[in-house]
Nanobody, 124 residues
Framework: QVRLVESGGGLVQAGGSLRLSCAASGRTFSTYALGWFRQAPGKERQFVAG????????SYADSVKGRFAVSRDNAKNTVYLQMNNLKPEDTAVYYCAADTRLLVPQSPNEYAYWGQGTQVTVSS
């Protein structure tokens, strides 16, 4: 079992930055692949970024490449999403997710554990 708690969301102007954190409980955190997803009102949950258990494999949605960076600190049981040059279309609830996989799935159906989400709002 893994419990995930996101933090760091908020309101920011376009062009600004935010860093999301996802703190995990559980002694086997270092064996989980972790993903960040987002869901805007009326839209499906979509993959944003992900990182393998070792940190050696990173994956990004095309819409955030070059602006977002995912990282993890296994000693702190935490995964981060640094978001730069934010745009109004990045507005959504952001979720972190975990699963025991070697690589980084991009489908939300592949993840067993989810956090409660944190709201990110980007004003124009």
């Amino acid at each position: 079992q893994v419990r995930l708690v996101e933090s760091g969301g908020g309101l920011v102007q376009a062009g600004g930055s935010l860093r999301l954190s996802c703190a995990a409980s559980g002694r086997t955190f270092s064996t989980y692949a972790l993903g960040w997803f987002r869901q805007a009102p009326g839209k499906e949950r979509q993959f944003v970024a992900g990182i393998s258990w070792s940190g050696g494999v990173l994956s990004y949605a095309d819409s955030v490449k070059g602006r977002f960076a995912v990282s993890r600190d296994n000693a702190k049981n935490t995964v981060y999403l640094q978001m730069n040059n934010l745009k109004p279309e990045d507005t959504a609830v952001y979720y972190c997710a975990a699963d025991t996989r070697l690589l980084v799935p991009q489908s939300p159906n592949e993840y067993a554990y989810w956090g409660q989400g944190t709201q990110v709002t980007v004003s124009s």
